[in-house]
């Protein structure tokens, strides 16, 4: 969508434009105004289905002060939705595995099937926008405020006790998915707050939810994605350190895995092709690229996990309270999704590689420049 965003139509001559733009040249877009001139009501909107706002107001004064800090931002600032887009595309050229990736998929991927889908993507793209940019807005403030982020946790765990049960709201799938998310959260939650971190934190459970995913892959034939994720599992926190976590004297989590940078690089790319075989993917594939989860190179490598995870608690809960017939619109591509996983195994080889050359043989190992459709 930040494609569409940029270049609206085809999306096959939009990705073709943004990849074969010089390695190092600043991406500018401008976003058709049109798309967000309603924007603070879409996020209002968007908090209601984040359980921070019901019908009697907000669930804490600080998620009041959050929604009039966002929306003050936007208002004040008329190139806030430009420069979102901007940060998006910047840090995602420079993702050398996710670059590979997407070459792959416009070379070797039935683009027709991408086309078919401009109508839709047309339709709810100013409710993705709104979804990404408070999402973003939400991961930030839960990094950065430990206050906020329990606000948060406490609400959700209010209302899943209310409501009596995830199965009914979310599917068995989805339910998994959150109760293994939940408990580093929390953990890391409580961390952050006594000032002390288990040392072994994430160590076991960080590739136990990566195996989840793999074992979803392999159920729907996605062998190659799989085989991408087993090596980010096989790398897992703390296997060539004394620790698998740190916990800094501002409270920010850091998760000590293999190669920080390249783990970030292929697991971002390697989550995208997963839930690109879901029939809510735009959903999920929007806020798997927001600044505060793929800007890591800005401030730590290290934060990536702990800032997805947030990310990863707050879109469930979204989930839960979209219409059912918002959540599987859009039909996956089924070739975009194997392409993907090939050049994603591809990927892992070379992370391997590196492994390898950091860890034992300690010879210098270059990062393949990207892959330019059509070059």
């Excluded at 109508?119 to 990404?132: G, K, P, R, V």
Aim: hydrophobic share 35%.
């Amino acid at each position: 969508w930040v494609t569409w965003l940029r270049e609206p139509a085809p999306c096959q001559q939009g990705f073709s434009s943004w990849l074969s733009h010089s390695g190092n040249q600043e991406i500018k877009c401008k976003a058709d105004p049109e798309l967000y001139g309603d924007l603070p009501e879409r996020i209002s909107n968007t908090l209601y289905k984040l359980g921070l706002k019901d019908d009697s107001g907000y669930r804490s004064q600080l998620f009041q002060d959050f929604e009039n800090n966002l929306i003050s931002e936007i208002r004040t600032d008329e190139f806030y939705v430009n420069s979102f887009v901007d940060k998006i595309a910047h840090n995602m050229k420079k993702n050398n595995y996710f670059l590979h990736a997407i070459a792959g998929v416009m070379q070797h991927s039935d683009l027709d099937a991408i086309n078919e889908h401009e109508e839709y993507i047309a339709q709810n793209m100013s409710d993705w926008l709104a979804l990404a940019i408070t999402v973003d807005a939400l991961t930030e403030a839960q990094a950065k405020d430990i206050d906020f982020l329990e606000a948060c946790m406490n609400t959700w765990d209010d209302d899943r006790r209310q409501q009596g049960g995830l199965l009914r709201s979310l599917g068995f799938s989805a339910t998994v998915k959150l109760l293994s998310v939940d408990k580093p959260v929390k953990d890391g939650m409580r961390y952050r707050r006594n000032g002390q971190l288990d040392r072994s934190f994430t160590r076991n459970m960080l590739p136990f939810n990566i195996i989840e995913a793999v074992i979803y892959d392999i159920a729907q034939g996605n062998f190659d994605n799989a085989a991408a994720g087993l090596v980010l599992a096989k790398n897992h926190p703390g296997k060539y350190s004394d620790a698998s976590a740190e916990l800094l004297s501002d409270s920010t989590v850091k998760i000590k895995v293999p190669c920080p940078e390249h783990w970030a690089d292929l697991y971002n790319t390697w989550n995208m092709a997963f839930v690109s075989d879901f029939n809510s993917m735009p959903y999920f594939t929007s806020i798997l690229i927001v600044p505060s989860v793929s800007g890591y190179r800005e401030w730590s490598c290290e934060e990536y996990m702990a800032r997805r995870a947030y990310l990863l608690r707050s879109m469930l809960k979204y989930f839960s309270n979209l219409d059912e017939s918002k959540r599987s619109h859009a039909s996956p591509v089924a070739s975009i999704t194997r392409q993907w996983g090939r050049v994603n195994k591809a990927s892992a080889r070379h992370y391997e590689s590196l492994i390898y050359r950091t860890y034992h043989d300690r010879n210098e190992v270059r990062v393949p420049p990207p892959v330019i459709a059509g070059s």
